[in-house]
């Protein structure tokens, strides 16, 4: 499932972020990149520190409260967290996400925008799935979710300046068909509810998908 939620994070947050970003260093971002992934990744990322970690952390938090993101993820632990930069000329070239990261499976990958449209052109999220390649521009406070076996690239910013946050996720439910399964489920539990309360069609649909859930769950 490829998840495109808009409006995630409100936009005062957004311009507290971007305002503090301004203040703080950014390293070359291959630092992080896999070895086949260097030769690729012409960015930048947000260096380390009290203050880097306290804007990972706002967002962090902000991005998880937000509807359908735990859904969607179902989060056991996140790999890493961190946040590009792409000026213009960046890119980061088609690659593959690693299967670990400090010690962790990744299962998921997400991209928050940070960056208004009108403040870059280029820069698009472009993911190889099963029906060819699709592309995203996002949008500040808007979030792509996506398996992390999908080759993906971000394509050159052309003009202004592109900052997004970035993580990866160890699902509770590894495989991500069962992972489509249980957000659909979860959201027709949630609109039959919504419709007719607790009807025998919401008890059918709950009790169909807490049994599931319980199934799927990781140990």
Do not use: C
Request: hydrophobic share 40%; no cysteine.
């Amino acid at each position: 499932m490829i998840l495109h939620l808009q409006q995630v994070i409100d936009s005062d947050t957004l311009q507290a972020v971007r305002d503090k970003l301004a203040t703080l260093t950014f390293t070359d971002g291959k630092l992080t990149a896999g070895w086949a992934a260097k030769p690729l990744k012409q960015n930048q990322q947000l260096g380390s520190g009290k203050a880097a970690d306290a804007v990972l952390e706002l967002l962090l938090k902000r991005f998880r409260s937000a509807a359908g993101v735990e859904a969607a993820l179902r989060p056991k632990q996140f790999a890493r967290v961190m946040i590009n930069r792409y000026q213009q000329g960046e890119f980061y070239g088609m690659h593959m996400d690693d299967a670990l990261m400090a010690g962790i499976r990744t299962d998921i990958s997400f991209t928050l925008g940070l960056t208004s449209l009108t403040d870059y052109e280029g820069g698009a999220l472009t993911i190889d799935d099963s029906s060819g390649q699709r592309s995203w521009r996002l949008d500040a406070g808007d979030v792509l979710i996506y398996p992390s076996h999908f080759l993906h690239q971000v394509e050159p910013v052309t003009a202004g300046e592109r900052l997004a946050m970035v993580g990866w996720v160890q699902s509770l439910v590894r495989d991500p068909q069962q992972r489509e399964i249980l957000f659909d489920l979860q959201a027709a539990v949630k609109a039959e509810h919504k419709a007719n309360g607790h009807s025998e069609q919401f008890f059918r649909l709950s009790k169909s998908y807490q049994n599931l859930l319980r199934r799927w769950l990781d140990d």
